[in-house]
């Protein structure tokens, strides 16, 4: 079988669901043709273009961010609006591919563009749509106050994402719905080696590099807390001696990750699942003005698997893991139902 995959590349969660499904593919005997994934600004991780040899780009959708970290609604509103001559250069670039190449299966981890393409090709192409969005609008899923516009956004995404298609729904918990299928987290490969050693850090995961001077700050104030942190490095920063900063790895992220004592990261749902499966306390923080991360984090709290807050605080780190982490071992025997 012939599958294309896609991947939204707003942040780095649905890129690296897309590498594990590469991986469960790859160990079926299935034919992994390519990705789409649109263009990111400061270019994609290495641990995606190490992964991935045909990436076909385009211009994509992007949120725009301000110097505090903030979701600002009307600013990527307005630039969407503004680049839509090169986003539907895009469509016709993803359906010209989709044309060529004759996928018979395409897996779109919540790209818009490559979910329309199910106007034209759905009847002929078998379409799975995953991602943990399509949670959020469940009758059972947590609810939090506010962020009306966000939550809108969410609905029209869920529905432009999933045309004509089989719709996955990630979620740290097993639940029943009639118009969803429930699934694990998909944690690349190397996600499910775990270990028993614990080295006394604590591994932090900031999507967004402007936190790095919060996270310095914070580690002057406990210099007898050791800190690792993973995070983009395209500007000049002043560190402490208690933290070592990396540029983006996944690898050795994960190799420390299965060692470290506990995690903070923002309110992104994969790498909470990673830490939740290897039982890592987790602090979440996340971007201010974002209800999907705010979300994830009410969410991870009222099932006992993380606690959160608005800034990065080490006294707020919880000392254990109380969670069921059982449902996580399940993802492969969904998978194997649905392709």
């Known amino acids: 079988m012939k599958v294309f995959i896609s991947a939204c590349s707003v942040g780095n969660g649905h890129l690296i669901q897309s590498i594990a499904v590469k991986q469960y593919l790859e160990s079926k005997k299935y034919d992994v043709m390519g990705i789409f994934a649109a263009k990111k600004n400061k270019g994609f991780p290495k641990f995606f273009t190490d992964e991935f040899s ?63 393409s199910a106007l034209f090709f759905g009847k002929r192409i078998n379409y799975i749509s995953i991602a943990h969005q399509y949670a959020m609008t469940l009758p059972m899923y947590p609810s939090i106050e506010g962020f009306t516009f966000q939550k809108l956004f969410i609905k029209i995404l869920n529905s432009i994402t999933s045309i004509q298609s089989q719709k996955v729904a990630l979620s740290y918990y097993k639940f029943t719905d009639n118009k969803v299928i429930a699934c694990p987290p998909i944690l690349r490969r190397e996600s499910y080696e775990l270990s028993n050693e614990v080295e006394d850090f604590v591994l932090v995961y900031l999507m967004n590099e402007d936190m790095l001077p919060q ?32 540029g983006l790895d996944g690898k050795l992220f994960m190799n420390r990750m299965r060692v470290c004592k506990a995690v903070i990261c923002s309110g992104g749902f994969e790498t909470t699942s990673e830490a939740i499966l290897h039982k890592k306390p987790v602090l979440m923080v996340p971007l201010p003005n974002h209800y999907e991360q705010y979300a994830n984090c009410n969410d991870a709290y009222i099932h006992n698997l993380a606690l959160y807050c608005s800034r990065i605080d080490f006294t707020k780190i919880p000392t254990s893991q109380l969670g069921d982490t059982n449902w996580f071992n399940n993802t492969y025997e969904v998978l194997n139902k649905l392709i």
């Open 54 to 116: 045909n990436i076909v780009e385009f211009d994509g959708f992007d949120f725009v961010f301000d110097n505090k970290s903030r979701v600002i609604i009307w600013k990527t509103v307005l630039r969407n609006i503004i680049i839509f001559p090169q986003l539907f250069l895009s469509f016709i670039k993803i359906c010209n591919t989709i044309r060529k190449q004759k996928p018979d299966t395409i897996i779109n981890h919540y790209d818009p563009l490559v979910g329309l």
């Open 215 to 246: 996270l310095i700050d914070e580690a002057k104030r406990y210099p007898n807390v050791k800190v690792e942190c993973f995070t983009k490095l395209t500007k000049p920063f002043e560190s402490c001696d208690n933290v070592k900063v990396h």
